[in-house]
Antibody, heavy 121, light 107 residues
Framework: QVQLQESGPGLVKPSQTLSLTCTVS??????????WTWIRQPAGKGLEWIGR???????NYNPSLKSRVTISIDTSKNHFSLNLSSVTAADTAVYYC?????????????WGQGALVTVSS | DIQMTQSPSSLSASVGDRVTISCRASQSIITFLNWYQQKPGKAPVLLIYGASSLQSGVPSRFSGSGSGTDFTLTISSLRREDFATYYC?????????FGLGTTVEVK
């Protein structure tokens, strides 16, 4: 059973960089056809797709965040990471990592439990 | 970006009711449409993929239909554990986009 777990600071100061890591267990991050994805959800609001990375390193980003987002992958550690620079209070949200399956469903079939990140001085 | 419009934004229903939620895409997404259920404080859970395929382990009272731009999620007989928020999402193109959600509340 694949499991994903987000980790990182829960509090980030304005203008700094938000950094989160998603560790995958129960399977190799480099096996199969999957995009590894970040999604966020401000309190009481809907889901926003941030971006994704394939094991080859290919990335796709939401144009609304593209100038500030970097997603990377470390297959040796079986994890992938999110960096979001120049954060403001508007970036306060629960951040989820998830797996997008490519061969059958083309859907987000496994999710982490979510990590609350607050941007505040 | 493809815009996803869900309706209604919320609805009140009783246990045993048949519930229908609609999702419309701003352009054709063929059948690259997924539905998720989210309960408070929890991560979303995949219910339906490819517009009409039931994810493994999901009860058969959930069903999906549609193609092109118009899609529907149906819960045939609402159970207590189905009170939640439901999101549609297109996986036709990047960036992936979600609807704003439909909250199913107790009448």
């Amino acid at each position: 059973q694949v499991q994903l777990q987000e980790s990182g600071p829960g509090l980030v100061k304005p203008s700094q960089t938000l950094s989160l890591t998603c560790t995958v267990s129960g399977g190799s991050i480099s096996s199969g056809s999957y995009f590894w994805t970040w999604i966020r959800q401000p309190a009481g609001k809907g889901l926003e797709w941030i971006g994704r990375i394939y094991t080859s390193g290919t990335t796709n980003y939401n144009p609304s965040l593209k100038s500030r987002v970097t997603i990377s992958i470390d297959t040796s550690k079986n994890h992938f990471s999110l960096n979001l620079s120049s954060v403001t209070a508007a970036d306060t949200a629960v951040y989820y990592c998830a797996r997008e399956e490519q061969q059958d469903s083309v859907a987000l079939d496994y999710w982490g439990q979510g990590a609350l990140v607050t941007v505040s001085s | 970006d493809i815009q996803m419009t869900q309706s209604p934004s919320s609805l009140s229903a009783s246990v045993g009711d048949r519930v229908t939620i609609s999702c419309r895409a701003s352009q054709s997404i063929i059948t690259f449409l997924n539905w998720y259920q989210q309960k408070p404080g929890k991560a979303p859970v995949l219910l339906i993929y490819g517009a009409s395929s039931l994810q493994s382990g999901v009860p058969s009272r959930f069903s999906g239909s549609g193609s092109g731009t118009d899609f529907t999620l149906t819960i045939s007989s609402l159970r207590r554990e189905d009170f939640a928020t439901y999101y549609c999402q297109q996986s036709f193109s990047s960036p992936r986009t979600f609807g704003l959600g439909t909250t199913v509340e107790v009448k």
